[in-house]
T-cell receptor
């Protein structure tokens, strides 16, 4: 089946930029998403990018998509302690979402 | 944005009993709802896809007689865990799609923590 891979852990200092990377295998992916999950909570949609785009910026968030390499990244500028959470990338063709295992982002003061 | 609620947020039940979890789309009509299960330190596992008014489509390895899904209206889907066992303890999350938008965004509920004793 289709696969989405992420690094499991990232630690940064407050104020630094964070970059979370994701690779996927489905060449028919239409939308790619980034979700944030805080402890004990559901998933919050942060942003998404359509597959014919290569960049999307939304305030502190920048999504870069390299469709040729099937590589997606999420950059969080000026990372805050409140950004500490698990970040999931996900992709969809025309139906269900396939998630990565999530990257735990730990922001230290 | 679209809001999805789940009830209850936490439930503890005894082995052998059944538990029903509700998923509601509050401000949009969701013709398609999804049920996920999340294991500790693992990704979300899609259990089933339910379309309003029709039978749910279960993923391979998910027992449809154990995890009963009903999607009787455009705003409500229910997951019933029948004859629960401790290994069913998990975090269950539903999501719903807002088809009129034309995109494929899914909006997630806050999740239900099920503990079977």
């Amino acid at each position: 089946g289709e696969d989405v891979e992420q690094s499991l852990f990232l630690s940064v200092r407050e104020g630094d930029s964070s970059v979370i990377n994701c690779t996927y295998t489905d060449s028919s992916s239409t939308y790619l998403y980034w979700y944030k999950q805080e402890p004990g909570a559901g998933l919050q949609l942060l942003t998404y990018i359509f597959s014919n785009m290569d960049m999307k910026q939304d305030q502190r968030l920048t999504v870069l998509l390299n469709k040729k390499d099937k590589h997606l990244s999420l950059r969080i500028a000026d990372t805050q302690t409140g950004d500490s959470a698990i970040y999931f990338c996900a992709e969809t063709g025309y139906s269900t979402l396939t998630f990565g295992k999530g990257t735990m982002l730990l922001v230290s003061p | 944005g679209a809001v999805v609620s789940q009830h209850p947020s936490r439930v503890i039940c005894k082995s052998g009993t059944s538990v029903k979890i509700e998923c509601r789309s509050l401000d949009f009509q969701a013709t398609t709802m999804f049920w996920y299960r999340q294991f500790p330190k693992k990704s979300l596992m899609l259990m089933a896809t339910s379309n309003e008014g029709s039978k749910a489509t279960y993923e391979q390895g998910v027992e449809k007689d154990k995890f009963l899904i009903n999607h009787a209206s455009l705003t409500l889907s229910t997951l019933t865990v029948t004859s629960a066992h401790p290994e069913d303890s998990s975090f269950y999350i539903c999501s719903a799609r807002d088809p009129p938008s034309g995109s494929y965004e899914q909006y997630f509920g806050p999740g239900t923590r099920l503990t079977v004793t």
